[in-house]
């Protein structure tokens, strides 16, 4: 395996992009990032002409893998050949709405943006219009994009912005609580109850290990939002059309949110962002309403197209059932694998993501209630030391993850998420091979 080509380029990089990358977790591997070529169905191919089974599928968006069907290219080129954008509405973005709004449940009503983090931005925008209220409740841990109101950390009594740039001023209108715990929603809510705009969480926690929720958690989250008239947001930018399949993880898990933040799939590989939900809030955006929301590049017919025909795909073939198949075979060969080799070690994911977590665990291997990823389920032997939220992660083997495992994994031709955090994503181009070929991987690197 050689790699003088992506040295190359991540040198040329270093002097031009910061840190090499356009987005961090990009520059995370050991010893440098690989740059890509092209994809192929589950596998990459680097600039050094090397292939991998690929594990990141672009961070979540590409559901059905990197050769795209037929339909999805064809409209994809299509679009484009007609002139790409124009300012001016088009029937696909009027076609993809009533996809979406068909599908989820509690989506009526939607506006397209650009970027999860845009989508995000919206949601909380237009909870505070709609509120008169300030204050939004986050999960430690949680990921809802690169924005203001979010990149918070610390407790509701002492909220501190988690990257320079923002000010305290900004920071202390977020209140981050610890995810899967009913007792502290709760007692934000008795202390600010009457000043909280929305409460932003995302259904499974899948931007810091993979967290499934604990029985009754989102119940109770959404009795409180319900009680004190704030409203619940969904973040559903990485769970939307991958959790659940096409109800989401909303079908999945029978809660009604208020507002519902999607992006990822629902762009088929293009930028792209939502704000979904009741029509008697998402109408208060402009020009129906008065909460301003706006962009050059919303509902750009490239993206509208790519996305509404990747979710046809797969409303009209076996992705779901593909999908959710390959990320089943991996989670319980990988309980076998650990239960071996690394018991203290914990198998996450549901549907097509999974994760294994380097976690320090002492008591005995994980339960077969569990054999398809951690469920919180509170008899399983294991129950008080699985990871129940994001900051969890922190407390792992970072290193052993970071610098042994992955770059071992990498040799052997397989690439998994760029760091402990990230989630594996499976995708329609996947095969059973794939998923052999990668468990093998595990046994020999682990
Ligand atoms: C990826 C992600 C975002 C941010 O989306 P971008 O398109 O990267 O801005 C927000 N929330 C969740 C849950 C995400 O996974």
Redesign the pocket.
């Known amino acids: 395996m050689t790699h003088e080509r992506t040295r190359e380029l991540y040198d040329r990089a270093l002097s031009v992009l910061p840190g090499g990358v356009n987005?961090a977790v990009r520059a995370a591997p050991q010893p440098y990032p690989l740059f890509v070529e092209k994809g192929i169905g589950g596998h990459v191919v680097d600039a050094d002409g090397t292939r991998y089974v690929d594990w990141i599928q672009g961070?979540?968006?590409l559901l059905l893998g990197h050769d795209l069907p037929e339909s999805v290219t064809a409209a994809i080129q299509r679009r484009t050949a007609e002139g790409p954008l124009f300012g001016m509405p088009t029937e696909l973005e009027v076609d993809h709405a009533e996809f979406v709004a068909r599908h989820v449940p509690s989506v009526e009503m939607l506006r397209f943006v650009?970027?999860?983090?845009?989508?995000?931005v919206s949601a909380v925008r237009l909870a505070r219009a709609v509120t008169g209220r300030n204050k939004v409740v986050v999960m430690q841990g949680?990921?809802?994009?690169?924005?203001e109101s979010t990149l918070v950390e610390g407790d509701a009594d002492h909220p501190k912005p988690s990257t320079n740039g923002i000010p305290q001023s900004f920071a202390k209108h977020t209140l981050p609580v610890p995810f899967n715990d009913a007792e502290a929603a709760k007692h934000v809510f008795e202390e600010h109850g009457d000043d909280i705009a929305c409460v932003l969480v995302?259904p499974v926690?899948?931007?810091a290990g993979i967290a499934y929720p604990v029985d009754g958690y989102h119940e109770t989250v959404r009795e409180l939002c319900d009680d004190h008239g704030s409203l619940l947001v969904w973040?559903?930018?990485?769970?939307g059309f991958r959790v659940g399949g096409l109800q989401c993880a909303q079908g999945k898990f029978g809660i009604d949110p208020d507002l519902t933040?999607f992006?990822?799939i629902i762009g088929g590989g293009f930028?792209?962002?939502a704000i979904g939900g009741k029509t008697e809030y998402v109408e208060q955006f402009t020009p129906s309403g008065d909460t301003f929301q706006a962009g050059t590049f919303s509902g750009h017919p490239v993206t509208m197209a790519a996305g509404l025909e990747t979710l046809q795909f797969a409303a009209e073939n076996d992705v779901y059932e593909h999908v959710n198949d390959l990320g089943r075979q991996l989670r319980e060969g990988l309980c076998d694998i650990v239960a071996d080799q690394a018991p203290g070690y914990t198998v996450v994911g549901t549907d097509s993501i999974f994760k294994l977590m380097f976690t320090r665990a002492d008591s005995p291997p994980q339960g077969d209630s569990c054999s398809n990823g951690c469920r919180q389920d509170a008899s399983c032997a294991r129950f008080d030391e699985c990871p129940k939220r994001g900051t969890d992660v922190g407390r792992m083997e970072t290193d052993r993850y970071a610098r042994l495992f992955r770059p071992a994994m990498r040799e052997q031709g397989i690439l998994v998420s760029q760091n402990q955090y990230e989630a594996n994503f499976v995708s329609y181009g996947h095969t059973k091979d794939d998923v052999e070929r990668t468990l093998e991987a595990y046994r020999d690197c682990l």
Request: proline share 6%; no cysteine; charged share 15%.
């Open positions: 987005s961070l979540g968006p650009n970027s999860g983090t845009e989508a995000t949680g990921y809802h994009g690169a924005q995302e926690q899948a931007n973040d559903e930018v990485i769970t933040t992006g990822k930028p792209v962002g």
